[in-house]
């Protein structure tokens, strides 16, 4: 015996896949952008372990005919970049008044349970613990992450005006710690997103089928004596 | 739970069409209907069929989309051949632009950083003129001013300019400021910057108003030329400066750099210290200044960058 459940409303559904390519024409851009001053490493001191990016990342193959390049391209990069910023902005802001209206909201933002119930899932899908929260729409550990990415999402807004117009929004980029780091903030945030993703499609696929197909249709199928999110 | 019971399940796989199956909203009769497995899994593959149809017109018109931008984008053949970013693009710049222009204030100024840190700043400008340029008979050009009376013409250039010596410049009374020179590129540098006020350059040299009245500049610019345009000497390199920028308090007619005279390799001996914009605003050795209402040539502009490229 099996319910069909809803349990992503269409205009979310819609967020989420419009925001899809659209966060990835960002990172891309802003790649090319980055690539013409590739300051970021991951090191101390002068001790270098990893630099942000080796230069086979930005033309990867043969010399003469590389798989793809992503070097020399500044100015394709922020004509890119500031076009699709507007997608990003409108999107992202539907989505939060959405949310915020809808009531949306109560199955995202964490309670005083989340950060308990996060844990559980986390010993859990490491195969630590055998125990599973009881099922719900989202869980303490998606609370997180999908609360964590909006936030993220505001502060590449907030870090990307600071450098885009550091003397018009001087404020902002003085709280941010001045214009070198606004720009180290707006690059490791945009490396969270591709953090995120990677997690993201790992817990997509565990999930299976019928939680994907949720995010397309709308509905999953569940057991009929599953009770209601 | 509904008042159906499992015995009341439909068996049959003809239900009635149900409009709105994968309408938006929380309520849906599916949500609490018992279903057979069978009717189930008909019912989630009838909608998936539906969805991923709609998702797959919705992906197709997005790489259409995509290919249609790419085929425009700077740098591909297209753009080339047009001499220009792609109108998409052109637009969406030109948009932000005049956003940025309209949220612009005098009164915002650019963050200044103590004396100490300045150092001498990276230099980028690989356009250059030629290499045998004498600083001594260099003399700056001024097109379009109000008062064109002593305008001449030279050897070289048969354009009536009006020709001033580094002198005249450097009779203003000298501003310096210790700001980020910050390029396009990313990086930034700290570097203190001594030369005349365009500003006050401006008001001394004025160009024509619209109105015919003295210029004022508390009461807006509409009475003022649009533009300034600065080419070097040879006309190599050539940018273009909406006026509310150029008479930011701020924006110089530079000839020292961190306490000396500039450097050739600086733009010696007069470049532009704007940093209201990026570096590639910042000409080196400018030749003549016209103030103008038709957008000058940019040579970065040209290439694809925004035309603005303001802060």
Known sequence: MKRLEKKHPLAIRWFHWINFPVLAIMIWSGLLIYWSNDVFRIGWGSHTLFHLFPDKFYHPGPEEKPLYTLDHKLAMGMAWHFLFMWAFFLNGLLYVLYTA??????????????????????????????????????NGAQQIAYTSV????????ATGIAIYKPVQFAWVTALLGGYQWARWFHFWLTMGYVGFF?????QVLRAGWNNFRAMITGYEVVAAEEKPF | MSENNSSEIPETPETPETPGLTAPGFTSPYVEEVLSDEEA????????????????????????????????????????????????????????????????????????????QAREPRGNAEVVDSDDFDPDTWKLALVGLKDMSAATKTDEDDTP????????????????????????????????????????????????TKSGK??????????????????TPGGAYYVGIDMASAIHPQTLL?????????????????????????????????GTITYTDTRPADYWAERGYDYYAGH
Request: aromatic letters at 10%; one cysteine or more.
């Open chain 2, 214 to 231: 003295p210029i004022d500049l508390e009461n807006g610019l509409d009475d003022l030329p649009e533009y300034v345009a600065l080419v």
């Open chain 2, 254 to 286: 530079c000839y020292e750099m961190n306490g000396e005279p500039l450097p050739l390799d600086h733009g010696a001996p007069l470049r532009l210290a704007i940093p209201v914009k990026y570096g590639i605003k910042n000409i080196q050795r400018i």
């Open chain 1, 198 to 202: 990677g997690i993201h499609i790992l």
């Open chain 1, 101 to 138: 209206i809808s009531g949306e909201w109560r199955y995202l933002v964490p309670n005083r349970n989340t950060l308990k119930e996060a844990f559980q899932v986390l010993l859990h899908d490491l195969h630590l613990s055998k125990y599973h929260p009881p099922r719900r729409k989202f």
């Open chain 2, 161 to 208: 300019k009006v020709r001033l010596t580094i002198d005249a410049i450097k009779a203003f009374p000298k501003v310096d400021m210790t700001v980020q020179l910050k390029c396009i590129e990313g990086w930034a540098d700290v570097v203190n910057w001594g030369g005349t006020r365009f500003r006050d350059f401006l008001l001394k040299y004025p160009p024509p």
């Open chain 2, 41 to 116: 899994e008909r019912r989630i593959r009838r909608m998936s069929r539906r969805s991923f149809l709609s998702g797959a017109v919705g992906v197709a018109l997005a790489g259409a989309g995509w290919w249609w931008l790419k085929e425009l984008q700077p740098g591909s053949q297209n753009a080339r051949d047009l001499g220009d970013v792609a109108w998409p693009f052109r637009r969406s710049l030109e948009l932000n632009d005049k956003l940025a222009q309209a949220y612009f204030r005098d009164s915002r100024p650019v963050p200044t950083f103590p004396r100490d």
């Open chain 1, 150 to 157: 909006i936030l993220m999402g505001i502060g590449s807004l």
